[in-house]
């Protein structure tokens, strides 16, 4: 709009021409039409007055229209643009879990295809006590146990391999997971026939406690077992210090035990 007025002022200004023999022309009829001298005298001098006047009033609607046309601001045109909002990819941020953060879901537990289902133990089954030290090998057993290193700041699993030197006709393997925070059973498997054991899982003396019982008439055969136990816990690195293994086992030559603790995932 302003720049539409200013344009009209200026083409104003610029068409503006004085008509010069217009203006004679009235002069001269003037002239003609009487005889006083004095005012053929005065119209004569007067008339470099009117072409100056004349002139003049040119000028000024010249000058006033560049004036206005000066005066009046053009606004940059400003192209059509769109404002377009980045929303970081999943790559640039990932969504990592820190040692202390809390909340969110924990991982699902993976799956064995061994894995059994966990169930109470029944009434007035008495209740483990935990390892009172270690001797990892003894007779026909030798024992190792650790953390595995897929574990994460949600969830972990301890695993205990077993080395079994002949056949073993009574056998019972205990881990004990100390609730140190927020430490829930999501499963426990073997390597061994899941019908061979009876397999529970409970919460007592401020522990969670898997245990597998080997069923009468049944036979552990001499070879490397391995027993696994899988729970949540707090977020955080969770320390396993203070959680063990105990294993009796009945050999050719009578009874023997087995007892220690986890090493840290690494």
Do not use: C
């Not at 009046?72 to 929303?87: G, K």
């Not at 109470?120 to 953390?147: H, K, M, N």
């Amino acid at each position: 709009m302003n720049d539409e007025i200013g344009r009209r002022l200026r083409e104003a200004a610029e068409a503006h021409q004085p008509d010069r023999d217009r203006m004679l022309a009235r002069v001269h009829r003037g002239m003609a039409g009487t005889a006083v001298p004095r005012r053929s005298s005065g119209i004569a001098r007067s008339w470099p007055k009117v072409v100056l006047a004349g002139s003049a009033a040119a000028g000024i609607l010249a000058v006033a229209g560049l004036a206005v046309a000066g005066s009046v601001q053009t606004t940059p045109a400003h192209p059509d643009s769109e404002t377009t909002l980045t929303v970081p990819s999943p790559s640039e941020t990932p969504a990592t879990h820190s040692p202390g953060t809390t909340g969110g879901t924990p991982p699902p537990a993976p799956g064995h295809p061994n894995r059994t289902t966990t169930a109470r133990p029944p009434a007035g089954t008495p209740t483990p006590a935990a390892p009172a030290g270690r001797r990892v090998s003894e007779g026909p057993l030798s024992a190792q146990g650790a953390i595995d290193p897929h574990s994460t700041v949600y969830w972990a699993q301890a695993t205990l391999t077993l080395d079994v030197a002949e056949p073993l006709t009574a056998f019972t393997v205990e881990v004990r997971v100390t609730q140190n925070g927020g430490v829930q059973s999501t499963g426990q498997w073997q390597t061994g026939p899941a019908g061979d054991f009876t397999v529970t899982a409970q919460e007592s003396d401020g522990a969670v406690v898997y245990r597998w019982e080997l069923k009468p008439g049944r036979t552990v055969p001499a070879a490397r077992h391995t027993f696994a136990v899988q729970y949540n816990h707090t977020a955080g690195a969770r320390n396993a210090d203070a959680d063990g293994y105990r294993v009796q086992a009945t050999a050719s030559d009578g009874i023997h035990t087995v007892q220690g603790g986890f090493t840290p995932a690494g």
